[in-house]
């Protein structure tokens, strides 16, 4: 199995440090984002991953190389200075994905998931991690029953921005600049995308005041 780590966000919010390099390579701990992603994927048992990137992407390249360090194998999926949003920007990443499932991550969390949990799980559509509703949005985004996400009424978790997708979860989209929420409802109206609850550490690191926090 493959993984894909988004890193083409602009961060705004998080300005002016992504004023003068990516959103993924701001560091926590002492170490950018990223690579806390990637040493977690080899150790998770992944050899090849995909980043996509846009405006000052070429740092990402500069700083993760081709994977060695990590014992990966890294491509990556150049968007130029405007992003494709998420749910472009994994359907423009497909032809380097493979035709199995794959792993997607979002590369602004920061997170000690275990990896292993998911690699080689097959799907029917999807597969997501969903976790505790955060400050920024507390309406959440699915309720979870037993092992299946649906959109019915109940406690309802946020979408942790991990998941297994299949390629076909993206037959049909035809535009090249789209978000990826309205294809997570389509797909769990469906009935076909399971799920599972995480409790450990996440954060999104959205705004300097965030990263402060959870550096301290």
Not at 87 to 93: F, V
Not at 169 to 178: A, L, P, Q, S
Not at 190 to 196: F, P, R, S, Y
Request: hydrophobic share 40%.
């Amino acid at each position: 199995m493959k993984a894909m780590l988004l890193a083409a966000g602009l961060g705004t919010r998080m300005r002016p440090l992504t004023d003068r390099l990516p959103k993924p390579l701001i560091e926590v701990q002492g170490k950018p984002l990223l690579h806390h992603h990637l040493e977690n994927l080899a150790r998770a048992g992944f050899t090849e991953v995909v980043i996509n990137h846009s405006r000052l992407g070429g740092m990402i390249e500069d700083y993760c190389g081709d994977g060695a360090q990590y014992g990966l194998r890294i491509r990556y999926s150049r968007e130029g200075d405007e992003p494709l949003d998420i749910g472009g920007g994994i359907l423009n990443a497909l032809n380097l994905l493979g035709s199995g499932p794959f792993l997607v991550v979002s590369a602004d969390l920061y997170t000690d998931f275990d990896f292993a949990r998911l690699r080689g799980r097959d799907v029917d559509l999807a597969h997501f991690v969903l976790v505790d509703n955060p400050a920024f949005h507390p309406v959440g985004d699915f309720h979870l029953d037993g092992s299946r996400v649906s959109l019915t009424a109940g406690l309802r978790l946020t979408y942790g921005g991990i998941g297994v997708f299949s390629p076909a979860f993206f037959e049909g989209c035809r535009e090249r600049v789209f978000p990826i929420l309205p294809l997570l409802c389509q797909a769990v109206a469906k009935g076909q995308v399971t799920g599972e609850h995480f409790t450990g550490t996440w954060v999104n690191v959205g705004t300097p005041e965030q990263l402060a926090e959870l550096n301290r």
